[in-house]
């Protein structure tokens, strides 16, 4: 088995590039961990997809991974590498990039080891590859913010500043929200979530001074 040491891994459920990462993420500083050589199929499987791989290919990786329950891995075809998070049934839970130094380490590493066969149970395709991190979490909070926001006056007013027209029915007003939401990210978008976020905080900020006085 092949080991390579002091990485630093950013799980996530999605495969973010390392200059999609944030401050806010909790960053793992691991000081061993195997790699294994896939094939470009296997790496794009990862890397965009969720997966379950078989039970004799996980309890291959448990074998040689001294974690205790969870396990935690490099896969690379000599070009990508990734960080994969496992429970015992096979299911990748969260993946992660590398920075560039190290992943140009395990790419080197990677390039003279044998093949490691992986096969599957279940490939399941996530449809956001093509879109950045910042655009899928902010779609994510403005969907959030629209089902459950209750307060008609103001979903109202959100309707009228994306639309430029009125409406007043309010299953009707969520509905072509999150319909304009689903779509491919534009400028108005854009607008409406910073308008959310301005609402959202000047909300919290009132909150704080009545709380206070």
């Known amino acids: 088995m092949t080991y390579i040491y002091d990485i630093a891994l950013n799980f996530q459920d999605n495969y973010y590039q390392f200059f999609e990462w944030n401050k806010h993420d909790k960053i793992k500083n ?8 896939v ?3 296997d790496i794009l499987n990862f890397k965009n997809n969720k997966v ?3 039970i004799s290919t996980i309890q291959k990786f448990k074998e040689e991974n001294n974690k205790r329950g969870k396990i935690i891995l490099l896969v690379s075809n000599s070009i990508i590498t990734i960080g994969l998070l496992f429970d015992l049934e096979g299911n990748v839970l969260k993946k ?8 140009d380490e395990a790419n080197d590493i990677a390039m003279h080891l044998p093949l490691t066969k992986i096969t599957y ?6 449809n956001e590859e093509n879109k950045l991190r910042i655009e899928i979490e902010k779609k994510e909070t403005l969907i959030h913010y629209i089902k459950e926001n209750q307060d008609k006056i103001l979903l109202k007013y959100l309707y009228y500043e994306y639309f430029h027209r009125e409406n007043n029915n309010l299953e009707q007003i969520k509905e072509y929200l999150l319909n304009e939401i689903e779509k491919n990210w534009t400028k108005k978008q854009n607008d409406l979530y910073h308008l959310v976020s301005l609402i959202s905080k000047n909300k919290l900020s009132l909150k704080e001074r009545t709380n206070s006085s």
């Open 96 to 103: 992660s990039s590398l920075i560039y130094e190290e992943e």
């Open 52 to 54: 379950k791989v078989d």
């Open 121 to 126: 149970q279940e490939i399941i395709p996530i």
């Open 39 to 41: 094939t470009d199929e």
């Open 30 to 37: 691991l000081s061993k961990l195997p790699i294994y050589h």
